[in-house]
């Protein structure tokens, strides 16, 4: 019996000792790779730029005056469709009225006072061509005739003036268009100075408007003219507008500036224009835009996700009989069949950071390896770094040798 215990107590320990060792140094066996596919396939690639912008009629007219007055009639309201040379609005004719009679009435003195000095001064001249009057006399006669043509001159452009101030008091619209803003009432006085007052705002064709956006300096670079362009405003979230980039601004380029207890930094804007077709008249004027423009915008395109662009099948995670037929090239795509890895080198267009397009070196529906993903064996830890395919690290580096921990 008392061998009997010491054999059981060996093998006890032979075991031990055993499991130990294996536990330790671990299982032989290989990590398990599976390979991630995506075929090459046609789509749209494209990349944008996001601003705000207003939605603005894409010709304007402010309508004032040039004289100081009363406004004594308005003939339209807000959103009155108008008439180029349709009467608009009038201004107190009665100041204006007696301004233009005392002109005339000046107007006519110097007139008649011109016409007589003229007559004198040829008389005059006609006697001291014949040596009948002094030079003294002549001269004096010669004065008051340009004195008297100077005053004729001056009262018939003041003449003039006071005429079209009076056509001032008749408003009328410089375009055809729509009244989107009236700014007087009647009654009002407006004094006409170094500036000139506003009276109404007209927009002409609303069913043309145009979305002027800020585009931040960092991202002016991409825009050009023609590109596409879509906005949402937010009274229709539901509804997308589309339009082209038709002007940018680079004479309005301008700056804000943001100050902290640290730090101070200043954002440089430059206008760009988008037109906004709006036949059904859903954009007003002033309405805020969320503008995207397409600065890269291919449709119909065949291409591949960028993961597969940097897969490269490399030891020591490949096996022994996996074989691999590299070729040449900048640009390469891997196809697997069976244990057999196969490159393409390819030539790529457009990327906007998820797709890149194929522009030629394989076929429409080839079937290309994107990524790896390393699986783990039964009772080990898996970290970022045996699992690739959760990372961006490359699938094809070992694991860290702290993957198995120690008890």
């Known amino acids: 019996m008392k061998t009997k215990k010491i054999i059981l107590i060996a093998v006890a320990v032979v075991v031990v000792v055993g499991g130990g060792i294996w536990f330790f140094t671990g299982s032989p066996a290989k990590h398990k790779v599976t390979y991630a596919t995506a075929n090459v396939s046609k789509g749209d690639i494209s990349n944008s730029v996001t601003a ?29 469709v108008v008439t180029k040379g349709q009467l608009i609005a009038e201004m107190d004719r009665i100041t204006l009225q007696s301004e233009l009679a005392s002109q005339k009435a000046t107007y006519d003195g110097a007139k008649a006072e011109y016409e007589y000095q003229q007559k004198n001064y040829e008389r005059s001249k ?17 004065y008051n005739f340009q004195k008297a043509k100077s005053s004729y001159d001056s009262s018939k452009a003041s003449l003039a003036k006071a005429e079209r101030n009076l056509s001032y008091a008749t408003i009328t619209s410089p375009i055809d268009g729509v009244v989107i803003s009236r700014d007087v009432e009647e ?6 100075g170094f500036e000139t007052p506003t009276l109404f705002t007209i927009a ?10 800020d585009i931040d300096e960092a991202d002016i670079g991409g825009i050009e003219e023609g590109q596409r362009a879509s906005f949402t405003v937010d009274a229709y979230p539901n509804d997308t507008f589309n339009g082209v980039v038709t002007q940018i601004r680079l004479g ?31 954009l007003k004027p002033r309405l805020t835009a969320n503008v995207t423009i397409y600065i890269l915008d291919k449709k119909d395109v065949l291409s ?91 699938p094809f580096m070992p694991s860290h040798p702290g993957s198995k921990k120690k008890k």
């Open 126 to 142: 006609g006697l001291h061509d014949k040596s009948l009057i002094s030079d003294t006399d002549f001269e004096q006669a010669l």
């Open 187 to 192: 009654g009002q006085t407006v004094a006409s």
């Open 52 to 80: 705000t912008g207003t939605i603005e009629p894409v010709t304007e007219v402010e309508v004032g005056t040039q004289v100081s007055g009363i406004i004594d009639k308005i003939y339209v309201d807000y959103n009155s």
């Open 304 to 394: 591949v996700p960028n993961r597969a662009l940097r897969f490269t099948p490399e030891e020591p995670l490949i096996g022994k009989n996996d074989i691999v037929k590299d070729c040449e090239g900048e640009h390469k795509l891997w196809t697997r069949e069976g244990n057999t890895f196969t490159a393409h080198s390819v030539e790529i267009g457009i990327s906007n950071g998820i797709s890149t397009e194929i522009i030629s070196g394989i076929a429409e529906g080839t079937n290309v390896v994107t990524e790896a993903t390393i699986g783990a064996m039964p009772g080990e830890t898996v970290t970022a770094e045996t699992n690739q395919g959760n990372t961006e690290k490359s």
């Open 204 to 213: 002409a064709d609303l069913t043309q408007m145009q979305v002027v956006a």
């Open 252 to 282: 309005d380029a301008s700056s804000s500036s943001s100050n902290t207890s640290s730090s101070s930094s200043t954002v440089v804007t430059y206008e760009v224009v988008i037109s906004a077709p709006n036949p059904d008249l859903k």
